[in-house]
């Protein structure tokens, strides 16, 4: 995807499988540029904790979509190789045509732990483990001896129709993941950062890949969550609960605006939250100020309060824009045709 032009793309449902095809299929009528599905063994919810397999989606998503690019949001490396996300990828990559994208992340306690993985050293391994990725992706043969990998004459065929390869982004917005895309990936893709977070993240990415002598332009991506309605106060209203409940998943965000988190009981990178969870988090979720939820990255509003929004992001150095909206499977269509809004404008002021 070219660096350089605007691109608007979504992320859509866990499941049920009827929402996901309802709403992949529709983003590419309407012309959005990328489809995320989630890769999740376990969902996050309140009520429904259902995830249908990532991969198996998008390989049926692939038969009914024509232009929309498809990837994860994102891929661990622990449940899967390096070379089967491979594997994967450029299978996808083949089967569509040259629309694949790889989304890769460090990986989240709750589809790992409880199945019996181990989840340690996550950002070592995941540089290990596209080290792995980028070799095979580029060459014909590959031996590799590390610490969580050996390789030897190993080679994934067939080899995807993007060349060299498909645009692989890289999830987090730590010191050592950002250096990590720096070094490897082809986009940057973090999560609810503010402005000024964003430009300082972009030049670590962009220093990063400098001292790795890489002359690239990288997709600087951004994904939110949000919701857009028709007037402020509206998607205000459907905006504020299920804000509340991610930013308790997230506490470093309220830390990062000032606020002291209610709790870190539902820190969902790390620790587990289960079902049996969902009425504690519901209820620590009404004691967070409705003053957070304004200060956050989390954007509501309109689609002129999303367009004055993005653009502050895109005079930092953002042109890939993935919003997750937090309404109910039967609204989605309707927050996509005001989103398109915001695509529209952009398109016609940036290109």
């Known amino acids: ?66 232009n929309i690019m498809l990837t994860t949001g994102v891929s661990d490396t622990y449940r899967y190789h390096p070379a089967v996300i491979v594997q994967k990828a450029n299978s996808l990559d083949v089967i569509t045509n040259g629309r694949a994208m790889l989304g890769i992340g460090i990986g989240e306690a709750m589809n790992l732990v409880p199945f019996g993985i181990d989840y340690d050293k996550p ?87 400098k001292e790795a002598g890489r002359d690239v332009k990288l997709d600087m991506a951004h994904f939110m969550y949000g919701v857009i309605a028709k007037s402020r106060d509206e998607a205000r209203e459907k905006a504020m609960l299920p804000a509340k409940l991610l930013l308790l998943t997230r506490p470093r965000i309220i830390e990062a605006m000032g606020f002291d988190p209610p709790t870190y009981d539902f820190e969902m990178t790390f620790k587990l939250v289960f079902p049996r969870d969902a009425k504690a988090w519901f209820e620590a979720a009404k004691q967070v100020p409705d003053e957070v939820v304004e200060a956050s990255p989390i954007i509501y509003g309109t689609a002129e309060d999303f367009i004055e929004r993005f653009e502050k992001y895109y005079k930092v150095g953002c042109r890939h824009f993935v919003m997750n909206f937090q309404v109910s499977f039967k609204a989605l269509k309707e927050c996509v045709d005001l989103y398109m809004d915001v695509v529209k404008y952009f398109r016609e002021s940036y290109g």
């Open 1 to 66: 995807m070219d660096p350089e032009k605007v691109k608007f793309g979504i992320e859509g449902p866990n499941s049920p499988w009827s929402a996901i095809l309802d709403i992949a299929a529709y983003c590419d009528e309407v012309g959005l540029d990328s489809y995320w599905m989630p890769d999740h063994l376990v969902a996050t919810g309140v009520k429904r904790w259902d995830a249908i397999e990532a991969w198996v989606a998008l390989g049926a998503l692939a038969m009914r979509t024509k």
């Open 123 to 209: 950002v070592g391994r995941t540089i290990e483990a596209m080290k792995v990725i980028k070799l095979l992706l580029e060459n014909d043969f590959v031996d590799f001896e590390g610490k969580y990998y050996k390789l030897n004459k190993a080679f994934v065929h067939p080899k995807p129709v993007q060349q060299p390869h498909y645009p692989i982004y890289i999830a987090g917005s730590s010191p050592r993941t950002m250096r990590m895309v720096g070094r490897y990936a082809d986009g940057w893709l973090p999560a609810n950062l503010s402005v000024e977070k964003y430009a300082e993240g972009k030049e670590v990415v962009m220093s990063a890949a």
